[in-house]
């Protein structure tokens, strides 16, 4: 064969092996070419909700394909973007009255920021401060990369990056600093808003906090008028143990952003909720209030089925049963690990489960990261830790068994990166 063309995401040809091909998913399972069956324990970094290639939806998008493709969405609608919209609104939290679609989350958050400093422009206040989390992650474009946390990952564009005000991560027992630095960011200068993914920080680690700080935050944001956004890109569709993770806080943010378990992890769609208020502030006879965005891909047709169908499979299939389920036995099982000294923190937040091993250097970057993956992928595994964070989130179909091969890989790799260390 020829040598690839292919660059690819978050990786360092220079020294990681050569990408694996996968010919086929199934379930739990993708496979390679020659036949071997890898257990996707990341769900494909976390966009397949019940498994890979669902049968209801990619017997949806068979059909869609039949009446529609690609439509500008300016000017024209569809059945599938019409559909979509009305369940979204009943499915999110209350008071989110409007759909604005676009293609992946970090466009759901680009969105939701510009819709922020919109709003703020057209009622005639104009605020343009974000205030963002420690160790918060919201996507890869300039913006989204501006509102999550500076690090190697954007060093190099930096300079690009706007200014943010940064709270600190509500780390157990201090979360009223937390609290306490939003409220003094708040009063000192006005906000537009501030973002955050509700319960846990993905691609920070896996970093949980309660509910209550949520509502807390939420509290805080209101008093001053400073917009809510909750990032759900990640913690949509039932990952946290509930469809989506502000429900637990009992909040409704004023923009809330969704995209990965959207289609069920089929394919490409988002979507990003705001309140009628966001909406009516950019209502008006004057042009220049216009919303100013679009995708070129904007609602897709077969993505808005998909997600559909992702919505039928919610409304038919035992899928919150599945999700209590899998969060009991990852719970069970994580208890093995309690008071081991080769864990230094293990963190559970509804289906997911994340180990943090005891190593000499941390961070995205620990030389154990990599050791880890390929020890993973040698038992036919796909588990890709955040440096020395270990973490499973698998599609809601994975079995008691398979947890167990899940658990019993990780307890040698702790054993191995104890060694290493
Ligand atoms: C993955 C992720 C994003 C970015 O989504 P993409 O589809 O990769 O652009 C944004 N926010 C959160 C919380 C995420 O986990």
């Known amino acids: ?67 529609l493709d690609q439509v500008i969405f300016a000017g024209l609608t569809h059945e599938p973007a019409e559909q979509l919209a009305t369940a979204l609104t009943a499915l999110t939290p209350a008071g989110l009255d409007w759909v604005f679609y676009s293609d992946s989350g970090s466009t759901s958050v680009e969105v939701a920021l510009k819709m922020a400093l919109g709003y703020f422009r057209n009622i005639g206040a104009p605020r343009s401060r974000i205030v963002v989390m420690e160790h918060g992650y919201h996507g890869d474009t300039i913006g989204a990369m501006s509102v999550g946390a500076r690090g190697v990952f954007n060093a190099a564009y ?102 990965k378990g959207l289609t069920g992890g089929s394919i490409p769609l988002a979507a990003t909720l705001a309140t009628d208020a966001i909406f009516r502030a950019h209502y008006s006879h004057d042009r220049s209030r216009t ?6 891909y904007t609602a897709n047709p077969i993505a808005c089925t998909a997600a559909l169908a992702n919505i039928e499979v919610w409304r038919t299939e035992p899928v919150m049963e599945r999700i209590a389920s899998l969060s009991r036995m990852q719970a069970e099982r994580a208890r093995r690990f309690e008071g081991d000294h080769r864990f230094s ?63 019993d890989a990780i307890d040698e790799a702790a054993s191995l990166a104890k060694a290493v260390a």
């Open 1 to 67: 064969m020829s040598r690839s063309a292919v660059w690819h995401p978050f990786t360092q040809h220079a020294v990681e092996p050569p990408a694996m091909a996968i010919a086929r998913t199934d379930g739990a399972y993708l496979e390679t070419r020659d036949g071997r069956r890898i257990l996707d324990a990341i769900s494909s970094w976390w966009v397949v909700t019940h498994g890979h290639r669902h049968p209801r939806i990619m017997e949806a998008i068979r059909i869609a394909t039949e009446t």
């Open 345 to 407: 923190d293990i963190r559970l937040a509804g289906t997911i489960a994340a180990f943090e091993l005891r190593v000499e250097r941390a961070g995205y970057l620990a030389e154990i990261g990599p050791k880890l993956r390929a020890f993973f992928l040698d038992c036919d595994l796909l588990v890709r830790p955040l440096g020395n964070v270990v973490y499973l989130l698998p599609p809601y179909c994975v079995t008691a068994a398979e947890l167990d091969r899940l658990y």
């Open 158 to 259: 930096e300079p690009l990056l706007f200014e943010v005000d940064t709270i600190p991560f509500p780390v157990a027992g201090r979360a009223q600093q937390t609290l306490d630095r939003l409220e003094a960011c708040l009063r000192d200068r006005k906000a537009a808003a501030i973002v955050v993914e509700p319960l846990v920080l993905g691609a920070g680690g896996m970093l949980t906090y309660p509910a209550s700080v949520l509502a807390e935050m939420k509290r805080v944001a209101e008093a001053s008028e400073t917009l809510f956004i909750a990032d759900e890109v990640m913690t949509g569709w039932g990952r946290t143990g509930t469809l989506f993770a502000c429900e637990q806080a009992g909040i409704s943010p004023d923009i809330l952003c969704t995209s």
């Open 291 to 296: 919303f100013f965005h679009s995708s070129s």
